[in-house]
């Protein structure tokens, strides 16, 4: 039997390659293939230029929800029994989709990724799965490397959320993305709460999408991503680890303020905090929540986590090179007093 597949596609602002994505999408063999398309504050018109394309559901009123709220949203109007989340901004290869099938079919994985190829050469990678620090921090993973020398099956911490593909029931399991995070490190997060699950997340190297890759593409990102990262930080671990962390937790809320102030978004580093002081109730039963699901504990899932910052698209300043170096040394050290 053909998999039957859904696909949801967010549009925001101005979207050169949105038809493209779509018709891609469509056009994908070995599935079944319907695509749910979020009108999200599409400015350019390519919206209203596929309605009526066979395959395709548009909803939305045109009012930006966020990333992650945007995803549920659309979500809702799916019937297939594999959801796959593609960006607005990529075009899959034709047998990108009956890949992330057949890896995802595995009832040991939970999240399949693509990988992600920059938009200018095919040959060079955006992500081949996303790499997660151990206090919070996410990034593309093997951004700019050649693709040909990640051509091998793998597991990762996180999957990039510009293509990945979930069982139906996985995706309910989880409960889709968490909405607060509006838009970023919800891939994260849901990658982190699979693991937390016994689920894992792998890349699939041959199920490959193009991506038109713009880091700055979403203007208040600063606030957004250090916002997002707390979130994430203060509901992964368990509470003997974020004890264990504080020190190196304070350390670098000090380090990203100072960063902030001299590059100029030190005030959304503040808001982030004041939202959540403001959110702190919300963030205890968020907390709660995760933690009470999870069958695996930090001493196991620790190996995932990077103890180190190299992300290649956002390099960290030299003059940090020192205390990441120290952060790594105090991490080695404490890992052994998990749980």
């Not at 081949?128 to 620090?133: E, S, T």
Request: glycine residues 10%; hydrophobic residues 45%.
């Amino acid at each position: 039997m053909t998999p039957k597949v859904s696909a949801v596609v967010l549009s925001y602002k101005d979207e050169p390659w949105l038809e493209r994505g779509v018709h891609a999408l469509l056009a994908s063999r070995g599935v079944d293939i319907d695509v749910v398309l979020v009108d999200n504050g599409c400015t350019d018109g390519a919206v209203e230029r596929l309605r009526g394309t066979p395959g395709l559901t548009i909803v939305g009123e045109g009012e930006n929800l966020g990333f992650s709220p945007g995803c549920n949203f659309g979500a809702s109007f799916t019937t297939g029994d594999y959801l796959v989340m593609a960006n607005g901004d990529l075009v899959v290869e034709p047998d990108a989709l009956a890949r992330l099938v057949e890896v995802v079919d595995d009832p040991t994985v939970g999240i399949a990724g693509g990988s992600i190829r920059l938009g200018e050469d095919l040959t060079t990678l955006n992500s081949a799965g996303n790499d997660i620090h151990f206090l919070g921090f996410s990034w593309v993973g093997s951004f700019g490397e050649p693709a040909a020398t990640h051509a091998i099956e793998k597991d990762v911490a996180g999957a990039m959320a510009a293509l990945v593909m979930l069982r139906r029931e996985v995706w309910e399991m989880l409960d889709g993305y968490e909405p607060h995070y509006f838009a970023f490190h919800e891939d994260a997060d849901m990658s982190w709460r699979c693991w937390q699950q016994g689920l894992r997340v792998h890349y699939v190297p041959d199920a490959i999408g193009c991506h038109r890759y713009e880091f700055g593409r979403v203007t208040n990102k600063m606030y957004l991503v250090e916002r997002n990262r707390l979130i994430f930080l203060l509901t992964c671990w368990d509470s003997r680890t974020l004890w264990i962390l504080a020190p190196l937790i304070a350390a670098s809320e000090v380090a990203m303020a100072l960063i902030g102030l001299r590059s100029g978004w030190f005030k959304e580093k503040v808001h982030g905090w004041g939202w959540l002081f403001s959110h702190r109730r919300w963030l205890r039963e968020r907390r709660h929540a995760v933690q009470s699901a999870r069958t695996v504990g930090d001493k196991e899932l620790a190996r995932l986590m990077s103890d180190r910052l190299d992300a290649k698209n956002f390099p960290i300043p030299e003059s940090l090179r020192f205390l990441d170096a120290a952060a790594a040394g105090y991490w080695k050290f404490v890992r052994q007093f998990l749980r």
